[in-house]
């Protein structure tokens, strides 16, 4: 498979080792220096474009893989929410492909569906409250993660006492704190907090008077991300439409 990469930082780096090492070849190579690369021979001949770069500019950077009739595979978080209903809308209506994903990790993946099950269980448990937590690196533009807002959302799908999610207390990378975890009932708050090179911890906690329940899904680097795209990427080739990682992985 040929893939272009949009964005060239830690993640498009670690994308680009795992993809050679499973037979793929990068043909183009778009990032903040040679953006002209994308009207180039190399990125025209890509079958599938795996984009991560900053919430500012996944979109536009979609539009553009789009412009040139291409499948796009997107890691970027901060952006779907605003520009969801325009998304499915170039999907659904003008046959375009995005799989995006606010986490490519296969073992998130795993963690996700425990979570779902989890929260399905707890609704017999009124006794429990229940709270989410996430660490990332300092350089983290976002605040809730990506990450931690679907796995919020999934609890409140499933979890009937838990009608929203919101921010809960936040710890800033220069240590300012605001926000608190003290909220309405039907409410599911999220802290937020940024320290050193963590490559993300995430914590759904349900705690009562007599116990405390935790799962927690704790990446040790950036591999699990990177194969997981390169996995969304081999996926998306063959298929079209607004994909996630529920059509790839069947649990």
């Not at 079958?47 to 789009?66: K, L, W, Y």
């Not at 976002?142 to 999934?154: F, H, K, Q, W």
């Not at 708050?189 to 927690?216: F, L, M, N, Q, W």
Request: charged share 25%; aromatic share 8%; with cysteine.
């Amino acid at each position: 498979m040929k893939i272009a990469l949009i964005g060239y930082g830690k993640m498009g780096q670690m994308i680009e080792k795992v993809a050679l090492a499973r037979g793929h070849e990068i043909v183009s190579i778009v990032d903040l220096d040679n953006v002209q690369e994308i009207d180039s021979p190399g990125f025209a001949s890509a079958d599938v474009v795996i984009e991560f770069t900053r919430p500012g500019s996944a979109f536009g950077n979609c539009m553009r893989a789009f412009g040139r009739n291409k499948k796009v595979v997107s890691g970027t978080t901060g952006w779907m929410q605003t520009q969801k209903a325009e998304i499915e809308r170039l999907c659904n209506e003008e046959g375009h492909t995005l799989f995006w994903s606010s986490n490519f990790s296969v073992g998130v993946a795993i963690f996700s569906a425990v979570n779902r099950y989890l929260a399905k269980i707890m609704n017999g448990f009124p006794q429990y409250d229940v709270e989410l937590e996430e660490v990332h690196h300092m350089h983290k533009l976002d605040a809730p993660s990506g990450t931690a807002i679907t796995l919020a959302e999934e609890v409140v799908n499933d979890l009937n006492r838990k009608d929203k999610w919101v921010k809960g207390y936040q710890r800033a990378a220069d240590g300012t704190e605001s926000g608190t975890n003290d909220v309405a009932p039907n409410e599911l708050p999220i802290t937020s907090i940024r320290c050193g090179e963590v490559p993300g911890i995430h914590s759904v906690i349900y705690d009562s008077e007599a116990d405390k329940i935790t799962i927690t899904h704790d990446a040790h680097n950036r591999m699990g991300f990177a194969l997981g795209a390169v996995l969304a990427a081999e996926y998306t080739k063959d298929h079209t439409g607004l994909l996630t990682t529920s059509d790839l992985f069947k649990f």
